[in-house]
């Protein structure tokens, strides 16, 4: 029973491991147009739920989801069409890269109570991102990289792009695209479902990363992937429109050599005209576009410049790009900028003449959670006293109020929201170290709850044996770090404990927010604080923790020298303490993490003595360019950077004990890094443990067993090289 129980958490913490490096392409509450409701799936059908009351009502039933002579459609996601009069849902879903987003679309005529589905004619599973035109009478789609339009009375399918191939893609995107700009969905219907916009990206130039899958039959298989590296020009990338009935495609002339520029957002301005955001190969440089549809003529009418890297909208938006926020019927939009040191919003005239700061304050913007124009107001995410902690804020957009604190004083620690489009209803989350996760419904802008019974305030429970101390490290270059610190249960303050540092240190990430269950160790077979470890993780500059951009972008250009320095010497001061066994320190992450541990390992072996690294960059240069060199710089002109930042570069000097562990079915950090890694280490005659996972992805996850096997690994190695327990 309780190794049962125990994989199960596992199971949640890889996962919650995973949004901490990576944000999830995620679907939240789907509210009803007016707000007030939301639906939500329920016993095989669909229901809508009255915020204010919590009374649901079903809207469609598992029967009207079931095909003549065959079973229901189970439901992955859905969207009803503008009028409410159908139902598009997604199932049968095959992963592409990270997600779930190629699959089957179904459509039911709510009126008629008629199930039809999209795409009969193309091959299970091949139908990428369909929706409803505005008026609802027909769906857009992607399949096997071309676009479609399909009629739904009549089902006529209509052709729009017929060029598509693996190389060549049509409204969707290659890998990197997907991975370091949050770009999936490529293509967008016109205000008057007259036309359709479209990425197309041209990979015929990227070379192929050829993984091998020598499992899954008596001879080995290639996988290519198209996989542009670091120093590699980038796919060229343009935006098309072309009718919806089929017809010509017209490009959009946006100036700039392509295979030196990302196009990483596309909306419709208004029926005949786009906006564009266009980013210069370095990141450096971001420029807005109007685009006529009917010539294609682009004009800039907005830019900005940073001389580390400009953040794009999935950075600050749960790694989704889509939509443009516009305010005032059109004659505005909201903006997100770094531009002053800080990440405020601002209120951008549509001919971009001018810019009104909304968020003023010594203050760091997480994340919008709504504008509220009826309202005036805008809701986002910040913590201007504490960056390990998060707080929903609103302020008036008018430009000259000051934001004021919505969640409750009191409540320390993390909260999120999801708030209703009419701004008036919030789904808030609430938890910190030692308090389990709340949720509870409240009306905006008062932040009361909407039931007593089930409120934070009934139902919150504090952990009273949490033994997690947060705190700050002033380092010998005087520079102050958030950490935490989860001590041994039964701590003896005479004795000498071993410390397990669990690193990041990259701007993907941090370690140190304040939310349950932060501070246990998901690979571990055990409490480890019942077994007499120190757990310690501490945030180095360039993470991207609410400090100011210049906190941020201080690791320009020195990813593997600063993070890593920051860190060693936050761990010097740490376990500097006479309870803190000096023999027994070890250190681990994944990923990121992963080559923070090794550089950790190698360049500071006096100080860490057993290291467990998962999943590694051992070479920056095999990394992929738009995450590289956004962070990097570009090697013709600064390759040294990546050189004395990378791992392999100190393996030489490894002293410790090392278990490096990766898959070779990994499509983001290569198999390859471990094998260079690896022959560097043997070249100097340094003895380690090596863990490959046949076909494994990043996450190594996949394969029965795998789960349990990498955790009793993980455990068994620590055990031994950094024994637990007081002495």
């Not at 992450?589 to 057993?610: C, R, V």
Request: hydrophobic share 35%.
């Amino acid at each position: 029973m309780y190794c049962k129980r125990r994989i199960v958490f596992l199971l949640f913490f890889i996962v919650i491991a995973t949004q901490l490096l990576r944000a999830q392409y995620r679907i939240s509450i789907q509210f009803t147009p007016d707000g007030n409701s939301y639906y939500q799936k329920q016993n095989g059908g669909i229901s809508k739920v009255d915020i204010k009351t919590g009374q649901a009502a079903a809207l469609v039933t598992a029967a009207q989801l079931t095909p003549a002579g065959g079973k229901a459609i189970s439901i992955a996601s859905f969207a009803f069409s503008a009028d409410n009069s159908k139902l598009l849902v997604f199932t049968n879903t095959a992963k592409v890269w990270r997600y779930k987003t190629r699959g089957d679309y179904w459509v039911l005529d709510i009126a008629t109570n008629t199930l039809t589905q999209l795409g009969k004619d193309k091959p299970a599973q091949t139908l990428m991102y369909a929706k409803f035109s505005p008026d609802g009478k027909r769906a857009g789609y992607v399949s096997e990289h071309n676009l479609f339009t399909e009629d739904i009375a009549t089902g006529k399918i209509t052709q729009l792009t017929a060029d598509g191939t693996r190389k060549l893609i049509n409204g969707t995107f290659d890998w990197v695209y997907e991975e370091e700009f949050g770009c999936r969905d490529g293509f967008r219907w016109s205000p008057d479902g007259k036309n359709i916009a479209f990425w197309q990206v041209d990979a015929n130039q990227i070379r192929d990363y050829y993984m091998l899958n020598t499992t899954d039959s008596n001879y080995s298989r290639v996988i290519p992937v198209e996989y542009p590296k670091v120093g590699e020009s980038p796919s060229p990338v343009k935006i098309g429109v072309v009718p919806s009935t089929g017809g010509q495609v017209q490009w959009m002339n946006i100036e700039g050599d392509p295979q030196q520029h990302y196009l990483p957002r596309m909306e419709w301005a208004d029926a005949a005209t786009l906006i564009v955001q266009q980013l210069n190969r370095k990141q450096q440089e971001s420029k807005l576009y109007y685009c006529n549809i009917n010539n294609g003529q682009a004009r800039t009418f907005f830019s900005e410049n940073d001389k580390a890297w400009i953040e794009v909208k999935s950075y600050w938006n749960d790694d989704d790009p889509t939509g443009w926020e516009w305010i005032n019927k059109g004659a505005a939009f909201v903006w997100v900028s770094e531009i002053d040191g800080l990440r405020h919003i601002y209120s951008v005239s549509r001919d971009g003449s001018k810019q009104t700061l909304l968020t003023n304050g010594k203050y760091d913007v997480e994340s919008i959670k709504c504008i509220d124009e009826k309202g005036n107001y805008i809701y986002f995410m910040a913590s201007p006293n504490n960056a390990t902690q998060l707080y929903l804020y609103k302020v008036k957009m008018d430009g000259k109020s000051n934001a004021t604190l919505v969640s409750p004083a009191d409540l320390t620690g993390t909260h999120s929201y999801t708030i209703s489009p009419n701004g008036k209803w919030a789904s808030h989350g609430f938890s910190n170290y030692k308090t389990v996760p709340v949720k509870e419904w409240v009306s905006l802008p008062d932040h009361k709850a909407l039931n007593n019974a089930t409120s934070i305030a009934a139902t919150i429970k504090t952990d009273n044996s949490s033994t997690v101390r947060y705190t700050t490290v002033t380092t010998d270059d005087g520079v102050e770090l958030d950490a935490w610190i989860n001590y041994p249960k039964n701590f003896d303050s005479t004795k000498k404990y071993p410390a397990v540092f669990y690193v990041y240190g990259e701007p993907a990430a941090s370690t140190t927010g304040d939310s349950y269950g932060n501070h246990q160790n998901y690979l571990y077979n055990g409490d480890m604080s019942e077994d007499g470890y120190f757990q310690v993780a501490v945030d180095s500059r360039g993470t991207p923790s609410l400090k100011g951009a210049a906190w941020r972008k201080s690791i320009y250009r020195k990813i593997g020298t600063l993070n890593v320095r920051d860190m060693a010497q936050a761990a010097t001061k740490i376990i500097s303490k006479s309870y803190f066994d000096k023999d027994r320190i070890a250190v681990w992450g994944w990923s990121g993490g992963g080559s923070s541990t090794l550089n950790l390992m190698f360049q500071y072996p006096e100080i860490f003595k057993t290291g467990i690294a998962i999943a590694a960059v051992g070479n920056q240069l095999f990394y992929d360019n738009i995450y590289q060199e956004r962070y990097m710089g570009l090697p013709q002109e600064n390759k040294e950077d990546f050189i004395i930042g990378s791992p392999i570069s100190y393996a030489k000097n490894l002293k410790g004990n090392l278990l490096y562990i990766h898959g070779t079915g990994d499509d983001n950090v290569h198999y390859s890094n471990a094998e260079v890694l690896l022959n560097e280490l043997i070249k100097y005659n340094k003895q380690f443990q090596f863990m490959a996972y046949p076909n494994r992805t990043h996450s190594i996850s996949e394969g029965e067993g795998t789960s349990l096997h990498l955790v009793t690994l993980y455990t068994n190695y620590l055990r031994a090289n950094c024994p637990p327990g007081a002495r």
